[in-house]
Nanobody, 113 residues
Framework: QVQVVESGGGQVETGGSLRLSCVVS????????MGWYRQDPGQQPALVAT??????TNYGDFVKVRFTISGDGPRTVHLHMNSRKPEYTAVYYC????????WGQGTQVTVAS
């Protein structure tokens, strides 16, 4: 059984930084890449950032200059949010890809103004 577990969300104030973490475990190869997606109410999940097993990264347009994704070994990924803003508020999902997508349960991030 594959598990994808996120941590680090919660309710925070504007400013400062926040780090989300994700660990995947279970019987899968790799994964090929891991990433973060965010979902606003009533919207489809949108790409935040991904990191390939070789280290290359890809970002959605919204976060390119404010978030940083980093891998910490083959099965752990972090998302660093700088200068927290209310528009960061969303549910953030971690995904791991190894022939198929494996999703976490999501972690709520609420940035109070």
């Amino acid at each position: 059984q594959v598990q994808v577990v996120e941590s680090g969300g919660g309710q925070v104030e504007t400013g400062g930084s926040l780090r989300l973490s994700c660990v995947v475990s279970g019987k899968i190869l790799g994964p090929t890449f891991m990433g973060w997606y965010r979902q606003d109410p009533g919207q489809q999940p949108a790409l935040v950032a991904t990191v390939q097993s070789g280290g290359s990264t890809n970002y959605g347009d919204f976060v390119k200059v404010r978030f940083t994704i980093s891998g910490d070994g083959p099965r752990t990924v972090h998302l660093h949010m700088n200068s927290r803003k209310p528009e960061y508020t969303a549910v953030y999902y971690c995904a791991a890809f190894s022939g198929a997508y494996y999703w976490g349960q999501g972690t709520q991030v609420t940035v109070a103004s």
